[in-house]
Structure formats: C-alpha cells, structure tokens
C-alpha cells in the first residue's frame, strides 16, 4: 500500500513537470511572437479612383496620342520636333530607370539617388516621356496640353501618395518634404546621391523594362511617320 501510495505521488510529480514544462514553452513561443519584428511593413493601396486606374489611363492617352499622330500630324511641324522630343523622353526613361534601380518598395522611405533631388522621380520621368511623346507626335502643342494632362491625372495619387507616407513615417517624412522638392529638383542633392546605390536588378524587379519597350516602340513608330511625306 505504502509503495503504491508513493508511486502514485511520483507519477503526479511527473505529470506536474511536464504540464510546467509545455506551459514555459508555449510562453516562450508566445513571447518569440509577439516580439519578433514584422517582416512586411504596411503596403500602399491606391483608394480613389484617378490613383488607382492612372496606368491605364496613361497607356490608353499614348496610344490615343499615337492614333491622333496617325491622322492629324502636321508634317512640318513634326520634322523640328521630332528629334528634341525624343532626347527629351529619352531623358524621362533614363530618369524612372535611375528611381526604379534605387527604389525598394516597401522597406524603406527612399531618400537617396533620384530622391536625393526630388520626392517623385518616377511621376517626373513619366512626365517628361509625356512632353517627349507629345513632341514627338508632330500635333501641334501636344508637348503642352499633354503633360498638362498628365499632371491633372497623376497630381492626385501624389497626394494620397504622400498622406500615405506621412501616415508611416511622421516626422521623417514631413522633414524630408520640407527639404526636397516634389517634381521640379532641387540643383544641390545629398551625398547619399551617389550611383553606386543604383541597381539595374532592383529596376528589373520593379519591372522598369516595360517602361523602356513601350517607349521604344512608340519613338520607333514616330520616326518612321516623320519619315513619310
């Protein structure tokens, strides 16, 4: 009776420990959890609707600018605005290839290479390839009215854009857009400017090709129409 008494005690100690023992490690868990850091920071969602659908918009306004080309150009025109408006959308490719071979969307708040200069160096490129394309057109006074067009489309996602940004980063952002110009860049950068934060693999993986082969179509299009007299 006594041995079974004292077995019986044992086998309670043990079931006790080992109850201990799952408890401590699922606190243990518990704990790795909660302190362990998000991997994935909050992502940016377009909400209205300019913001959310300014891509196809865009794509539709160049092919529908390509089309007007088609029928309406002013050959004479198009022959002195033809080159400068592809230097000039040459240059707004170069400039979104620079912010996409530096941007690592949602890790960080860029501030270096092209955003060194000025907060939007993506929506600036797109804007010059508008007035390169506009000029390339050979319609007289697309290289106004369309980047016009463009601003009035893509001014409202900088915006939310922006509140978004604010909303993640506070102080830090506020600070930097005290500091730095939204579209027209300053002449003076950070020396976190430099090239070597650029990435040709970076502006792969933010799919900055798709940019380059559309525009390359489109001013292959344009000169062979300057060609036709």
Avoid at 81 to 108: D, Q, S
Avoid at 173 to 199: E, I, M, N, Q, T
Wanted: net charge positive; charged share 15%; hydrophobic share 45%.
């Amino acid at each position: 009776m006594v041995q079974r008494t004292l077995a019986q005690q044992s086998e309670s100690r043990n079931l006790d420990a080992a109850s201990d023992t799952r408890l401590s490690g699922t606190a243990e868990i518990q704990e790795e959890a909660v302190s362990a850091p998000a991997q994935d920071g909050p992502r940016y969602r377009q909400s209205g609707f300019w913001p959310r659908q300014r891509l196809r918009l865009t794509l539709l306004g160049f092919i529908a600018l390509l089309v007007a080309s088609v029928w309406w150009r002013d050959v004479v025109w198009m022959s002195h605005t033809f080159w400068p408006g592809a230097l000039v959308t040459l240059c707004g490719v170069a400039l979104r290839v620079w912010a996409a071979g530096t941007l690592c969307k949602h890790e960080a708040l860029a501030m270096h290479g092209p955003y060194a200069f000025m907060r939007h160096p993506l929506y600036a490129g797109t804007g010059l390839v508008a007035i390169g394309q506009g000029l390339m057109s050979g319609i007289p006074f697309a290289g106004i009215w369309f980047p016009m067009l463009w601003l009035a489309l893509y001014r409202p996602a900088m915006r939310e854009e922006e509140g978004f940004l604010t909303s993640i980063y506070g102080d830090q952002y506020r600070d930097y857009a005290r500091r730095v110009p939204a579209l027209v860049p300053r002449l003076w950068g950070h020396k976190s400017a430099l090239p070597g934060d650029f990435s040709w693999s970076q502006a792969w993986r933010n799919r900055e090709y798709e940019g380059i082969l559309v525009n390359v179509c489109a001013a292959l299009i344009y000169g062979c129409l300057s060609a036709l007299r």
